[in-house]
């Protein structure tokens, strides 16, 4: 096979009200309220796009992830060509446990179908597709933790058989107020650039 | 790439508690759609729901130990036939699709008792599994997409065979949620009819192992295209046009090398929602389908949900082996735009090449071609 194919061409984190790219802050939010800095993230980057308060927390946490790998990216709209592969510890725990509570008494069953539709992990995935019209693979995993030869695996597979050309791979784990944002775009090869192998997501993840 | 075939499959659903009473209840007309007196606080629904006796009998014929929840159970059950069939060797991989786990144990047991991850290594922990789990889960394509995902480890060379089980139960917290969408029928189902009413719920698991090998002379199912392209349009309703659909189709067509009119089958998703079916018969109708013989299997086990897909796989490799159309039950007169070849009467015709597929949540959409090899 030849080497050099795809590179990890850039990365994000977003973590304890901290949005990092390739290592760089970018953006650093009040401690201690995940909703206070989304919408901060928000309005600090003068984005328009009145559905991102409607979201869950799990989905504003991929929205602003994914706005932070995509932003730069030029591409006609709609594309087939960046595929997402995302990935969680809890599926959408956060959102069914608030799901779970309006049907538990029947004082107070109230069941909402604006949250009942979060109660499911790849409607942050869904979330990604829409604001950036991503016609494209993807698939929403569950792993204890960030399950690296499975990412590499199946972001490998959807560039070699020409299925986009490039793929958004990230861990999107919210839970109770802890979360965590991991993401990296797979690309073809550019000198210079971090080579796409399962050692080097590795190290970027580690960072 | 390598070849893959699904070399062997079971299932445990509302209509039988095991593949061959399922095909045979199929073959009968039978529905595992009743009315349900209660599920949480919603009362009188109509539900394809499994007996606890069912579920029961059928484990205890097992002799397994350990605790396991209802649904944990249910997948074993599924699953253990394939596993008497072929002993996972240390590469085997094991493929969860599910979209609510267990969920049940939510409202007592909190986040702990939900955990996906936790359920389904205590499965791969009873087979002794040497690999990490994968599990998939994306609403209700997830049963077909844990296909493909499979079917692409084995092409990666990741390993050489796969044991995709999927697995979702009837439950209060579903059902609420869709009672809360108003998109529940009050009867049963009707997939494709002018008189649909919207979703009947349902539960079951089933289980299929892909393998880059097949022993000679030994009928098997090539996966021969796959693709799942969203429609990035809306959260909860499905594109007007079909578009991801028809890219997914589209795309498992260029991969297979076939072209729309070699196929002999079409298993639609079909839950039987205005908006749902009028999308597929958009998309079967821009792919060039509109008169290959069409069902949905929704009409006798209900929207199994992250099941649909592969339980409804394994009713199509039934159908396929005996080369016998399944009616798409609950459907009279058509009440999509435009025309498809529902099936209305038993019937025997050679089925060689046959196209699953599924819709959900998220625009969410896989295709799925698989051709018979003898």
Redesign the interface.
């Known amino acids: 096979m030849e080497q050099h194919k795809y590179s990890i061409s850039k990365w994000c984190t977003v973590s304890d009200e901290t949005v990092s790219r390739l290592d760089q802050v970018v953006f650093e939010g009040e401690k201690g309220d995940f909703a206070a800095f989304a919408k901060a993230y928000y309005k600090a980057n003068e984005i328009d796009y009145p559905k991102f308060f409607k979201m869950d927390a799990l989905s504003k946490l991929a929205f602003i992830g994914s706005e932070c790998l995509l932003m730069d990216e030029e591409f006609e709209k709609p594309s087939s060509d960046i595929a997402l592969l995302f990935s969680n510890a809890s599926s959408s725990l956060d959102t069914d446990l608030k799901h779970c509570e309006s049907i538990v008494e029947k004082e107070s069953f109230y069941p909402s179908p604006a949250v009942f539709v979060y109660t499911l992990a790849n409607i942050c995935l869904a979330e990604v597709s829409i604001k950036h019209k991503l016609q494209s693979e993807n698939t929403f995993f569950v792993s204890p933790r960030f399950d690296i030869d499975l990412m590499y695996a199946q972001a490998s597979y959807i560039l070699e058989t020409n299925r986009a050309k490039q793929v958004l791979c990230a861990w999107v784990e919210y839970l109770e107020g802890t979360y965590q944002f991991f993401g990296y775009m797979v690309s073809p090869y550019k000198q210079g650039e971090v080579e796409h192998t399962r050692e080097n997501i590795k190290n970027i993840y580690k960072r | 790439?390598k070849k893959v075939y699904i070399t062997s499959t079971s299932c445990l659903s509302s209509v039988g508690a095991d593949k061959h009473l399922t095909w045979q209840g199929i073959q009968e007309g039978q529905s595992g759609i009743k009315k349900v007196r209660q599920l949480?606080?919603i009362e009188d629904i109509y539900a394809g729901q499994i007996a606890d006796e069912v579920i029961d009998t059928q484990w205890n014929k097992l002799n397994i130990s350990g605790v396991f929840t209802r649904l944990e159970k249910m997948l074993i059950i599924a699953l253990k036939p394939l596993i008497d069939q072929n002993k996972p060797t240390d590469t085997s991989q094991l493929i969860l699709a599910t979209?609510?786990?267990n969920?049940n144990d939510?409202?007592n047991t909190?986040?702990k008792g939900?955990?996906?991850?936790d359920m389904i290594?205590r499965i791969a922990d009873l087979f002794g599994f040497k690999t990490?789990p994968?599990?998939?889960?994306?609403?209700c394509v997830s049963g077909i997409?844990a296909v493909s995902?499979g079917k692409?480890?084995i092409?990666?060379g990741?390993c050489e065979d796969a044991y995709v089980i999927a697995g979702d139960e009837l439950t209060?917290?579903v059902v609420?949620?869709?009672?809360?969408?108003q998109a529940m029928s009050d009867e049963p189902c009707k997939p494709f009819d002018a008189n649909r009413k919207g979703v009947t719920l349902g539960e079951a698991t089933a289980a299929v192992h892909l393998s880059a090998n097949r022993l000679e002379g030994d009928t098997v199912f090539e996966v021969i295209g796959e693709?799942?392209?969203?429609?990035?349009?809306?959260?909860?309703g499905p594109s007007r046009t079909g578009?991801?659909l028809y890219?997914s189709i589209q795309?498992a067509l260029r991969?297979s090398g076939i072209t729309a009119e070699q196929i002999d089958l079409v298993s639609a998703h079909g839950t039987a929602t205005n908006y749902n079916d009028e999308m597929e018969s958009i998309a079967f109708d821009r792919c060039e389908l509109a008169s290959v013989p069409t069902h949905s299997l929704k009409g006798y086990f209900g929207h199994t949900l992250g099941a649909a897909g592969l339980l409804e796989l394994v009713v199509v490799i039934e159908s396929m082996l005996h080369n016998q159309l399944v009616v798409s039950k609950g459907y009279e007169v058509s009440g999509v735009s435009r025309p498809l070849n529902i099936i209305t009467t038993p019937s025997e015709l050679s089925l060689n090449i046959a196209l699953k597929t599924a819709s959900g949540?998220?625009?969410?959409n896989t295709a799925l071609l698989i051709a018979k090899r003898n």
Not at chain 2, 176 to 181: A, K, L, Q, Y
């Open positions: 790439m949480g606080f979209t609510k786990g969920i939510l409202a909190g986040a939900a955990n996906i991850n290594q990490t994968i599990v998939v889960c994306n609403a997409l995902v692409r480890m092409q990666m990741v209060p917290f609420s949620g869709f009672n809360s969408f693709a799942s392209i969203a429609d990035a349009n809306h959260i909860s578009e991801g890219q795309g991969e949540f998220g625009g969410s």
